[in-house]
């Protein structure tokens, strides 16, 4: 089974403070994706990455950046964080199938920002 | 980015009975499609999908239709479990493209 984990399930942090997300995949997938969860909004685009040291922003990458120096890690972080970035993390890899790409993804992080 | 949206919000079925799940997709160009399943404190999980050459698919107790004249998505589970309670979302995706657009989820409740 396709494995993504993300470190932590939960973090809660200061504002202004630095805060860094990591997510591992056991799949060797090309590609790797950060969104945030909030209610009534869906899953948001981050950022993504195609490659290691390659990436692309998301629909909301304002606040955030990304790291992927190794192919199964993929890092997101929030330089100063703010109140309004308390959110469910979610990272996930893909795989392009026939048909497809398939996206599996970690359990989450619920980051809380005081 | 695209909007995927979803008819209702909240659907609650009695257990053995069968669910049906919508969504609307708005970019004609999406060729791929995948039904999410989220349960509380987890990730989503991958439950089923379809390309746009189909106009059905099915799995184990789960069954995708696709509508492409008025590019519209359901999920129907059949004889709902309790363990079936959970989020669920739509997906679209271009082939050529790496980006996925969701929609906001339904969230399934189950009546034992």
């Known amino acids: 089974d396709v494995k993504v984990t993300q470190s932590s399930r939960y973090l809660v942090k200061r504002t202004g403070e630095k805060v860094f997300l990591e997510c591992v995949q056991d799949?060797?997938?090309?590609?790797m994706f950060w969104y945030r969860q909030d209610p009534g909004l869906g899953l948001r685009l981050i950022y993504f990455?195609?490659?290691?040291?390659?990436?692309e922003k998301g629909d909301i990458p304002e606040g955030y950046s990304v790291s992927r120096e190794k192919k199964e890690r993929f890092s997101l972080i929030l330089e100063s964080a703010s109140t309004n970035q308390t959110s469910m993390y979610l990272c996930?890899?893909?795989?392009?199938?026939?048909?497809?790409?398939?996206?599996?993804f970690g359990s989450g992080t619920q980051l809380s920002v005081l | 980015g695209e909007s995927v949206g979803l008819h209702l919000p909240t659907l609650s079925v009695q257990e053995g009975d069968n669910s049906i799940i919508n969504c609307a997709y708005s970019?004609?160009?999406?060729?791929?499609f995948i039904w999410y399943k989220q349960e509380s404190g987890k990730g989503p999980q991958f439950i089923i999908d379809?390309?746009?050459?189909?106009d059905k698919r099915q799995g184990q107790r789960v069954t995708v239709l696709l509508n492409k004249t008025v590019k519209h998505l359901s999920l129907q589970i059949a004889a709902t479990q309790p363990g079936d309670s959970a989020v669920y979302f739509c997906a679209e995706n271009m082939y050529t493209g790496n980006q996925f657009y969701f929609g906001t989820g339904t969230s399934l409740t189950v009546i034992p």
């Open positions: 379809i390309r746009s050459n189909m």
């Open positions: 970019n004609s160009a999406s060729d791929y």
């Open positions: 996930a890899s893909s795989l392009r199938l026939e048909g497809g790409e398939k996206l599996f």
């Open positions: 799949m060797d997938h090309e590609n």
């Open positions: 990455s195609y490659d290691v040291k390659m990436k």
